[in-house]
């Protein structure tokens, strides 16, 4: 059996924003058993952003998602999907109301949940809604307070993460042209989900106990080994899904987990040093923030250009993890 080509997604806007209130690894030091050199070397980050007291997802989502209708050139969409591991409220979903601010009241809107693979997730998903005609164009933020689901007293993980949202939009289109989304690669593992798990909060154990930490518990080694395994595979999957090699890609646009991490993914597939992006040192890990963020920096830089093979991937708590190629197309960054 064979069905006609769906209509592809299209990249056609891009934008990010990052809070401005700024955690260095010198405050860090200052108030926890850590040092500079240690966070540095293990992790490659210097400094991170987080929500001010009073801010929070929403408020990033609109700053990004804004940025990236602006840089379209149209601002309407026909939906709105929100990446977030960190919604305002556990119930509604934080997509409308950002909808309703980013003045796309009436539009579907929603949340994934897929931590720091949501953004990989949400892809598939636009993708998918433009592919069955749901929707013509289609607004993908990635957002995260991550910071709040962190124990500030916990260096292992205070050290690492940070907020900020990146945000995308994506058009119907024709499957050859520049910025067309190549096939996006999923892939899961519930087995495993205790690696990295806030216990607290949810359905099982709404309220903390001294058992249950309403604070993100992580077993950073394992989930290292993870994180390699699961986005070498998939970044050789989806490269292989789109008829590239290896050798084709221009831009490495990895989740920045940790530089270690990215270097030993990059290293096994051969992508060199230079071919790799990266804003870990400035950024922390923003989560399912992560990949957009990094997207809208480089295109504002210059590090993407138009014409490039990008290869995304990601990889995060569930376990879950993606990847997906794309070339660059021209985008307008807007401010
Ligand atoms: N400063 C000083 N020492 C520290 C710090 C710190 N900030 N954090 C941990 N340590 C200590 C540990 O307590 C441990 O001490 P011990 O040996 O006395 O017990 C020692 O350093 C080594 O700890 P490890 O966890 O084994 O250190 P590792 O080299 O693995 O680095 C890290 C830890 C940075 C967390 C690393 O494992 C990592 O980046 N893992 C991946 C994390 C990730 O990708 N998270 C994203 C997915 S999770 C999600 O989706 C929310």
């Known amino acids: 059996m064979t069905y006609p080509t769906p209509r592809a997604a299209v990249l056609t806007g891009i934008g990010s924003w990052l809070p401005p209130d700024e955690l260095t690894n010198a405050d860090l030091e200052a108030r926890l058993d850590t040092t500079d050199e240690w966070i540095r070397s293990r992790t490659g980050i210097a400094s991170r952003r987080r929500v001010s007291p009073g801010m929070s997802t929403s408020d990033l989502a609109v700053e990004a998602g804004g940025r990236a209708l602006k840089s379209s050139g149209q601002d309407s969409v026909d939906a709105v999907v929100l990446a977030t591991t960190t919604p305002d409220e556990l119930c509604p979903a934080t997509a409308p109301q950002v909808a309703t601010r980013l003045g796309l009241p009436m539009v579907p809107a929603f949340d994934v949940s897929a931590v720091c693979a949501g953004f990989l997730y949400g892809l598939s998903v636009a993708a998918g809604l433009i592919a069955t005609g749901a929707a013509d164009r289609v607004l993908l933020i990635g957002a995260e307070a991550f910071t709040t689901l962190i124990d500030p007293d916990d260096r292992s993980t205070a050290a690492i993460f940070g907020d900020g949202a990146g945000a995308v939009v994506l058009r119907a289109g024709n499957p050859d042209e520049p910025g ?156």
């Not at 690669?185 to 099982?204: F, Q």
């Open 180 to 335: 067309a989304l190549g096939p996006v690669v999923l892939g899961s593992d519930g087995s495993r989900s205790d690696l990295a798990e806030v216990p607290a909060g949810g359905a099982r154990r709404r309220v903390p106990t001294p058992e249950a930490s309403p604070y993100l518990q992580m077993q950073g080694r394992e989930i290292f080994r993870h994180a390699v395994r699961h986005m070498t595979a998939a970044c050789r999957t989806a490269t292989e899904a789109a008829g590239w090699q290896l050798a084709d890609v221009d831009r490495l646009v990895a989740h920045q987990a940790n530089i270690r991490i990215i270097t030993s993914v990059a290293d096994g597939l051969g992508i060199p040093p230079e071919r790799r992006a990266s804003n870990i040192e400035r950024v922390g890990n923003t989560a399912g923030a992560s990949v957009p963020v990094l997207l809208a920096e480089e295109n504002a830089s210059g590090g993407l250009v138009a014409g490039q093979r990008v290869l995304l991937t990601a990889f995060g708590g569930g376990l879950a993890w993606g990847a997906a190629t794309l070339v660059w197309p021209s985008l307008a960054s807007a401010q």
